[in-house]
C-alpha cells in the first residue's frame, strides 16, 4: 500500500503526539479541564475536528483513562464552539495542565501553531463586522467608526469621513489571512467581492447612529451639554469654564481645531494691532442706516 508523504507525516505526527499525550495524560480532578484547551491547541492548528477527536481518544484509551466517553464529548463540544467562530482556550492553559516542555514539543511537530488565527464563518457577516470593528476600530474599548445619513465616521480626536472605498479595502486586508472551518478542516476565508459587501452592510447596522443624534453630541450619557464643547488636539475644552476634559470617541463631533487649548497662551498682539486699525462706525453712520 502507498501513501502520499504529506498523509504519512501525517499519521507519524499524530501517532507521536498520541504517545506523548498518553505519557502526561494527568490525574483524576484534571482531566476533564485538560480536555478543552487540548482541543482548542490542535484546533488552532489546523487539525479538522475528527482528527483532533480522534486523537484525544486514543490518548485517552492507551492512558486507561475511566471515562473516554466524557473526554470525546468534550472534545466535539470544543469542536462546535471554535467552528462557530467563537474563543476556545489553546496554548497557555494546556500548559499549565501538562507542562511548558510537552506544548512546546508538539508545536513543533504541528510546526507552529498560529493561536490568534482569525476563523470566521462566510455565513456570519454580523460577527465578521464585529471582529473587524474589536481589531481594527475601537479606542478606549469604545467603538470609533460610525455611519450616519450614508456616510462612515472614524474617530481621531474628532470623527472625519472614512471613505467606504478605503473601507473596502482595509475588509480586503483583515480577511486575506482569515481562515473558515469546513467538514474536511480549516481552508482559507478568501474574501470575495460578495463576502466584503456582506460585511461592509453589517457594518453600516452596527455603527449607525440616528439623524437625531446630530453633531455634536454624547454618544454616551455625560454631565456637560455637548453644546458648550469644543475638541481641541489636547482635549476637549469646556467653553463657559474653560476647563480641560479628556477627548473621548463617546463624543460624536465632525469638527476639531487642530492645535492645542492653551490657558496661558499670550494676546495675539498682530491680530489685535489689525483689529484696532479697522474704520469704527458709530451707529448713525449712513452704513448702518435702515432708510
Known sequence: ?????????????????????????????ARHAMVGPLAGFLLQARLDPARVVRIIKVAATIAKDPDVQDRVDFANSTAKTFAAGSAVTGGPK??????????????????????????????????????????????????????????FYRYEGAYHEREEARLRAELYRFLEPAQYLSKEGIKPFKPTKSKVENILDALRGLTN????????????????????????????????????????????????????YDPNAPNPEAWLDFLAQLPRFSDDDPLFSRG
Do not use: Y
Not at 502507498?2 to 498523509?7: E, H, I, K, N, V
Open 209 to 260: 447612529l440616528p439623524a437625531s443624534q446630530a453633531s455634536p453630541c454624547w454618544l454616551h450619557p455625560a454631565d456637560l451639554d455637548a453644546r458648550d464643547l469644543l475638541a481641541c488636539r489636547n482635549g476637549l475644552l469646556h467653553l463657559p469654564t474653560r476647563t480641560l476634559h479628556p477627548l473621548t470617541p463617546h463624543f460624536f463631533a465632525l469638527n476639531a481645531l487642530d492645535f492645542d
Open 1 to 29: 500500500m502507498s501513501m502520499a508523504p504529506d498523509d504519512l507525516f501525517g499519521a507519524v505526527r499524530d501517532v507521536a503526539i498520541v504517545a506523548l499525550l498518553a505519557r502526561h495524560w494527568p490525574g483524576p480532578g
Open 94 to 151: 494546556l500548559a499549565e495542565e501538562l507542562g511548558e516542555d510537552v506544548v512546546a514539543k508538539m508545536r513543533t511537530w504541528l510546526k507552529g501553531v498560529d493561536e490568534d488565527a482569525l476563523v470566521l464563518d462566510p455565513r456570519d457577516p454580523m460577527r465578521s463586522a464585529r471582529l473587524f470593528i474589536e481589531r481594527e476600530h475601537t479606542m478606549e474599548n469604545v467603538m470609533a467608526l460610525r455611519h450616519q445619513a450614508g456616510v
